[in-house]
């Protein structure tokens, strides 16, 4: 009994040792939830100016996502001058940010909502066309500061060839120093399995490379984003790049699919189309509260894979109140086909009743489902599902 109980100090030691070094090394208390919000680059590029972000928040208010959970406007690259000023700070773009930057925040916030930024840890952006943080961090992050960031996003481009472990610390500490709490999103693109070392770096770490407008590309990005689920948890989490929900490139069907994969493995929700001329089809994915209230579980534990046999995949993960969570998806494109899980696959008691809640059709079933369940997808499609163990 003795021994039982050291070993059970020595865990107890270690939890919290390890919970030490995390608040320690990040200390912002952010990301409790995966991150919700817009963002210019997947839609607009750097074709951007201060218009369009105030406009955009205006949708994202007048939309209703905003109440479902969207808070952040962020602008992604191309929003500052070619070069620093004579001081060594960054500033707006003259021609289209020609109020500030501060002046941009504080419109958003006026909105209610919060306020993102981009930066690169190199000597310059991803586009060439503004200066990149690196050798810069402290300057910039209180620079940030001093306009009311509160989000940042961190790529990766035009490097010093150092590793992305040393880099990105360094604006880690630099945000910490700032004197304002701004969430800090890591686009390291999985080079160095941020994964495994992002948890005490930042609050959300890129896992992919750049997502497309397509079936195979959300299909590749989430594939990989899979392999680390057991390293997301609340205060840092997986990201597979942002959603491609309303560009047009996929159908309605192949959307369902990619916000469902997303919302069940934790992933941010970050719009990235044009939520001033929304349609209707994409805000009725995007707005889909029960979706979004499965990737804001308190719980916060990833789904994952645990079942595949040819085009037929079973994906499933805890939820709080001893819920599953239980996505069935058919990659292919040969027709509709049928796909079974038994209870054991997805974590529940083999003798368990359970009910069933189809969160896309908004329908609970009547009776209670016993050992397992068999269900049509259609291609390219998917179908989600909420269990109660009885």
């Not at 690196?134 to 960031?149: H, I, M, N, P």
């Not at 790529?155 to 004197?179: V, W, Y």
């Amino acid at each position: 009994m003795e021994k039982k109980q050291a070993l059970q100090c020595v865990v107890l030691l270690v939890c919290i040792s390890a919970s030490w070094i995390r608040v320690e090394s990040l200390g912002n208390g952010l990301g409790l939830t995966p991150q919700m919000g817009w963002n210019s680059w997947n839609h607009f590029g750097c074709n951007i100016n201060e218009k369009l972000i105030r406009q955009t928040a205006d949708a994202l208010v007048s939309s209703g996502l905003a109440n479902v959970g969207y808070k952040y406007i962020n602008i992604d690259d191309c929003w500052a001058n070619y070069n620093r000023d004579k001081w060594g700070n960054l500033r707006g773009n003259d021609a289209t940010f020609p109020s500030g930057i501060k002046a941009l925040a504080d419109y958003v916030h006026s909105k209610g909502l919060k306020f993102g930024i981009y930066s690169s840890a190199g000597t310059r952006t991803c586009s060439g066309r503004m200066p990149g943080s690196l050798g810069y961090e402290k300057q910039d992050a209180k620079t940030f500061a001093s306009w009311g960031v509160d989000y940042l996003k961190y790529d990766n481009c035009n490097t010093d060839g150092s590793a992305e472990k040393q880099r990105f610390p360094i604006m880690t500490q630099a945000l910490r120093a700032s004197g304002r709490n701004i969430f800090y999103s890591m686009c390291e693109w999985g080079y160095q399995e941020p994964a495994k070392w992002g948890a005490e770096v930042g609050n959300s770490w890129r896992t992919t490379t750049d997502i497309k407008d397509t079936w195979s590309s959300m299909l590749f990005n989430i594939d990989i984003n899979d392999a680390y689920a057991k390293y997301a948890r609340p205060g840092g989490w997986n990201d597979p790049d942002m959603l491609e929900v309303g560009n047009g490139g996929m159908a309605y069907n192949e959307y369902v699919a990619h916000f469902s994969l997303w919302a069940i493995s934790k992933a941010p929700l970050i719009i990235g189309c044009d939520v001033i001329n929304l349609n209707k089809e994409a805000h009725s994915i995007l707005a889909n509260k029960e979706v979004i209230a499965i990737n804001q579980d308190s719980l916060g534990v990833q789904a994952n894979k645990v079942k595949k046999y040819g085009d037929m995949e079973v994906w499933a993960g805890p939820l709080s109140g001893g819920r599953k969570v239980v996505l069935l998806l058919n990659r292919g494109n040969q027709g509709t086909k049928v796909i079974t899980f038994n209870w054991v696959d997805v974590g529940i008691p083999p003798n368990s009743a359970a009910t069933l809640r189809d969160v896309w059709l908004h329908y609970t079933y009547k009776k209670t489902i016993r050992h397992k369940l068999t269900v049509r997808v259609a291609p390219h499609s998917c179908r989600l599902f909420v269990l109660q163990p009885l």
